[in-house]
């Protein structure tokens, strides 16, 4: 089967246009799987949801999350449902094995008044400059930030206000370019000698595309900086955008288009943060909310 895996792999890679972090993490979950497959003398064709069961068993009781266990039991789906496209297998057995229920992790965001702070200074040197529009882009429009490094110079249309974006799935959207944004984008292309309509958007000291390492490690040092804490990555600025976004306006459906979800309810989880974050408020200004705090802190003493 390690003939067909890379041909599995291959297929996210070039037809789906996966990230290599995600497939690299396929390629474990299934290294790990086969090897299970291996050790009881079985060929996926001979596979039944039972040994599936089995497998994910000994998962829980190797100490692996749910979280972690329902993405080993995903990537066994897709790969049989591949499988079965190739006609190697007739059914896929993954599809009625259930895995561990798991909590809802809620994302962390940054507030209006942190991501103010965050963005409270003003650029001086060429790096400088583009280090605020990276930050500008990532927040402003939601990117991703393998869609942050991939953009080319051709993708934003800064007169007409908006970028076009290639996200996953090889799909594209246009997300629209708010006006510290443009003048962010403005003032790092001037800083270099014409690019071509098809050089990165941004680049590295030598005029490369620049890489997703440099993206984190000079976010943290800004954040450091401005909010004395270096916990901010580039997927909580998308996360804070679509959490302003929605507390703004209400309308899940434009986030969900704005952030490129193909489903609705991968959008939803941005509604339990603010109705979090709603109770937080309420449990704070209520004079009701504050009376039944005291009543639990008097009977709790």
Not at 189 to 208: Q, V, W, Y
Not at 249 to 260: F, I, K, P, T, Y
Request: charged content about 25%.
């Amino acid at each position: 089967m390690t003939h067909e895996l890379e041909k599995f792999l291959d297929c996210l890679r070039y037809q789906r246009d996966y990230s290599p972090h995600t497939i690299a993490a396929y390629r474990r979950d299934l290294g790990v799987f086969l090897s299970f497959l291996d050790d009881h003398q079985l060929e996926p064709r001979g596979c039944r949801h039972l040994h599936i069961t089995e497998h994910i068993g000994q998962l829980r009781r190797a100490g692996l999350s749910p979280r972690s266990v329902q993405r080993h039991l995903s990537s066994i789906r897709r790969f049989f449902h591949f499988l079965k496209s190739k006609q190697l297998v007739t059914d896929n057995p993954a599809t009625v094995v259930t895995g561990p229920k798991k909590k809802q992790r809620l994302p962390s965001v940054l507030d209006a008044d942190q991501v103010q702070q965050l963005l409270a200074w003003t650029p001086e040197t060429d790096l400088e400059k583009r280090d605020r529009a990276m930050i500008e882009l990532l927040y402003g429009s939601g990117l991703r930030l393998a869609e942050l490094i991939a953009a080319r110079v051709r993708d934003a249309d800064l007169d007409g206000g908006f970028i076009t974006v290639l996200g996953k799935g090889r799909k594209t959207r246009q997300v629209p370019l708010g006006s510290l944004c443009i003048k962010a984008l403005r003032d790092w292309l001037d800083t270099r000698p014409a690019p071509s309509a098809d050089a990165p958007l941004f680049t590295g000291r030598n005029g490369t595309p620049i890489s997703p390492r440099t993206v984190q490690k000079q976010l943290k040092n800004i954040a450091s900086r401005q909010l004395q804490t270096d916990a901010p990555h580039p997927h909580m600025l998308r996360h804070s955008f679509a959490s302003h976004i929605l507390e703004s306006s209400g309308d899940l459906r434009a986030v969900q288009e704005l952030l490129g979800h193909a489903n609705l309810s991968t959008t939803q989880v941005y509604t339990h943060l603010n109705f979090q974050h709603l109770a937080e408020v309420y449990d704070r200004a209520h004079p009701r909310a504050q009376a039944a705090s005291k009543g639990r802190s008097k009977s709790g003493s």
